[in-house]
């Protein structure tokens, strides 16, 4: 008969429930992280992401619910499931004063690499990372790019099962973002099953499956493409170089079912388009705001959010836990 291990998921979380003094920060989550994929935990802050990371990795305990990393236990079997773990929190502790190449070695020596296996392992993960030229380079000295990059790599030093990255790309500008996604995916291609909390919803979209969260509770699961398939309504995009004030004078209008800013643009949702159509152009023109263009438009993630979370978007909404003095990082 196979081992329990052998046949488990990456992670499984079994309706875990968490506060922080009197504020819930997960609420019965139950979540399965299957192997070799690409599983993204997005939602707004104060969602229950980070918590839940700290939880599979051991660092809290949970109220009620239990955890498993590849069928182990994170609390009871804590040094093998260290040892399968890699994990790259918010603020990862990177030492500015030491080099790139002394930073990997300090972690190397943290996660008990051999001095036989460690030459192969760096030169492998700064080829990899693109960082070879920099070796000698302090960390301190280095853009956040480069910064993200080498925790990535000192995460996955000793060769982990399972990468947890908590909001990797937080304060990094757009090309090193699109180079660390495309390092993700080599990762995966490697074997490592990566669970990634981001904030945006673009990157949620990049992910295999995703788990939708707000206020410590799950609101949805699935691959991307299978989450919006289910979303309820039509879209009509309106470009403005006014979207919050249009958004908020064209969401009470006959037949429309909310709408929200996005960028530069309104989202409209509705049943019906073309009934609808003729009321937003009136409204928008007597309420003195300009219109760029107006379009059906698909569905994003971040649509779906609102869907199923419109409070999400609303100006005067509920402040999240951590404007509340909630500890951060949830």
């Keep these: 008969m196979a081992d329990e291990?052998?046949?488990?998921?990456?992670?499984?979380?079994?309706?875990?429930?968490?506060?922080?003094?009197?504020?819930?920060?997960?609420?019965?989550?139950?979540?399965r992280i299957p192997r070799d994929?690409?599983?993204?935990?997005?939602?707004p802050d104060g969602a229950g992401k980070t918590t839940l990371m700290r939880l599979l990795c051991g660092l809290l305990l949970p109220e009620a619910g239990s955890l498993r990393i590849f069928g182990d236990d994170p609390i009871r079997q804590t040094d093998r499931v260290r040892r399968q773990l890699g994990y790259m929190p918010q603020r990862f502790a990177l030492y500015p004063d030491?080099?790139?190449?002394?930073?990997?070695?300090?972690?190397?020596?943290?996660?008990?690499?051999?001095?036989?296996?460690r030459p192969e392992r760096l030169e492998r993960l700064l080829a990899f990372s693109r960082l070879a030229a920099f070796v000698r380079r302090r960390a301190g000295q280095l853009s956040g790019g480069m910064r993200q990059k080498l925790a990535l790599c000192s995460a996955l030093i000793h060769r982990p099962r399972l990468l947890l990255l908590d909001e990797p790309t937080t304060g990094v500008d757009p090309i090193a973002r699109r180079e660390l996604w495309e390092m993700l995916r080599q990762i995966v291609a490697q074997g490592t099953t990566i669970l990634v909390a981001t904030p945006y919803m673009e990157e949620a979209a990049r992910c295999d499956s995703v788990a939708l969260m707000?206020?410590?509770?799950?609101?949805?699961?699935?691959?991307?493409?299978a989450l919006l398939a289910e979303y309820p309504w039509q879209l009509i995009a309106v470009r403005t170089s006014r979207p919050l004030q249009a958004g908020r004078l064209v969401a009470d209008l006959p037949g429309a079912a909310g709408a929200h800013a996005l960028g530069d643009r309104v989202h409209v949702a509705t049943a019906d388009p073309a009934a609808l159509l003729p009321h937003l152009r009136e409204r928008l023109e007597r309420g003195g705001i300009p219109v760029e263009r107006i379009a059906a438009t698909r569905p994003t993630l971040d649509d779906l959010f609102v869907a199923l979370f419109p409070a999400r978007r609303t100006e005067d909404s509920d402040r999240t836990p951590e404007a509340q003095g909630a500890p951060h990082g949830r």
């Design 5 to 31: 291990t052998t046949c488990a998921p990456a992670a499984e979380v079994r309706d875990v429930h968490h506060r922080f003094g009197q504020i819930p920060a997960l609420r019965g989550i139950d979540l």
């Design 37 to 43: 994929r690409i599983f993204g935990l997005t939602g």
């Design 98 to 117: 030491l080099s790139v190449e002394e930073n990997l070695h300090f972690y190397a020596d943290l996660f008990g690499v051999s001095a036989t296996e």
């Design 214 to 225: 707000a206020e410590g509770r799950l609101l949805a699961e699935g691959s991307p493409d």
